[in-house]
């Protein structure tokens, strides 16, 4: 995966004294090059996935259901892609930035806006700005102009000079964090930050009701002091049973054994 200069700066102040910092965290980041409004995306597209057939219901609900569904396989095959660094439309590398994925080679992209700095148009031959929260540029040229949920302005592409997005620093800021918490993994009972290589290392999935949730626990005392305070609420050996032998909750992971997702584990770098 090609990432740019300040992803892999990020990469060096978190495995400080490592060479290669970006080729040991290639598995570390495949969650985190998925945009925020991707990652939400994902989320609905599984839960569709996991739900029910509507055996009983009419054929026009069927026909929709099954519409659904083709679109939620074809948006998780899109962004299995994308974290593998591949282009979804042409196949080539992307380009991974901290905010957007770029193809070099068909101008594919995947790029995050601001949410909270908003937007600007500027308009083509005169010193007018047009400002809103969000803009969509759709597919016939013409952008919508988005202000307190309202469509304020309709403009054509030969109106528009450049559309300018406005980050705030300290949301800039929080991305850049978000990004270095994914290669570390903190303790879900005391919170400090555990070294997978120790023995003692846990990481378990576990339903407290209907829903997965996964944990992570840097020695055996938190793991099972974490055990006596939350048990699990939908079958007895929820912490010991194998996730690929139970049916029993709405999964959000893999079997733990087989992929454990965004573990520093995995990919932890070597002086």
């Known amino acids: 995966m090609a990432m740019s200069s300040g992803l892999i700066n990020l990469l060096r102040r978190q495995f400080p004294g490592v060479?290669?910092?970006?080729?040991?965290?290639?598995?570390?980041?495949?969650?985190?090059?998925?945009?925020?409004?991707?990652?939400?995306?994902?989320?609905q597209d599984k839960k569709l996935l996991e739900e029910a057939d509507d055996?009983?219901?009419?054929?026009?609900?069927r026909e929709a259901r099954r519409r659904l569904k083709e679109a939620a396989e074809q948006s998780l095959r899109s962004l299995k892609v994308i974290q593998g660094g591949r282009c979804?439309?042409?196949?080539?590398?992307?380009?991974?930035?901290?905010?957007?994925?770029?193809?070099?080679?068909c101008g594919w992209n995947s790029y995050e806006i601001p949410r909270?700095?908003?937007?600007?148009?500027?308009?083509?031959?005169?010193?007018e700005v047009l400002d809103g929260e969000r803009a969509y540029m759709l597919k016939d040229g013409t952008t919508?102009?988005?202000?307190?949920?309202?469509?304020?302005a309709r403009l054509r592409r030969e109106a528009i000079g450049w559309v300018e997005y406005i980050w705030p620093d300290d949301e800039l800021?929080?991305?850049?964090?978000?990004?270095?918490?994914?290669?570390?993994?903190k303790c879900s009972w005391c919170e400090k930050v555990c070294d997978p290589e120790l023995d003692g290392f846990h990481v378990?999935?576990?339903?407290?009701?209907a829903n997965q949730e996964r944990f992570s626990f840097c020695s055996d005392e938190c793991?099972?002091?974490?055990?006596?305070?939350?048990?699990?609420?939908?079958?007895?050996?929820?912490?010991?049973?194998?996730?690929?032998?139970?049916?029993?909750c709405i999964k959000r992971y893999d079997d733990e054994i087989g992929s454990i997702r965004m573990m520093t584990k995995d990919a932890k770098p070597q002086a």
């Not at 919508?144 to 304020?152: E, H, P, T």
């Not at 964090?177 to 290669?183: H, N, R």
């Open 88 to 105: 979804p439309k042409c196949g080539e590398h992307i380009r991974q930035h901290l905010f957007a994925a770029i193809c070099d080679s």
């Open 223 to 248: 793991y099972e002091a974490f055990r006596k305070m939350y048990p699990s609420r939908v079958h007895r050996n929820c912490y010991e049973r194998s996730c690929a032998d139970c049916n029993l």
């Open 204 to 209: 378990v999935q576990v339903a407290f009701g």
């Open 144 to 152: 919508l102009l988005l202000r307190k949920d309202a469509v304020v």
């Open 55 to 61: 055996t009983g219901a009419d054929e026009i609900t």
């Open 19 to 43: 060479d290669d910092p970006a080729s040991s965290a290639n598995d570390l980041l495949k969650d985190v090059i998925i945009q925020g409004d991707q990652r939400e995306q994902l989320e």
């Open 116 to 127: 909270t700095g908003g937007v600007k148009i500027h308009l083509l031959g005169s010193p």
């Open 173 to 185: 800021e929080q991305r850049r964090k978000k990004v270095l918490d994914q290669l570390t993994v």
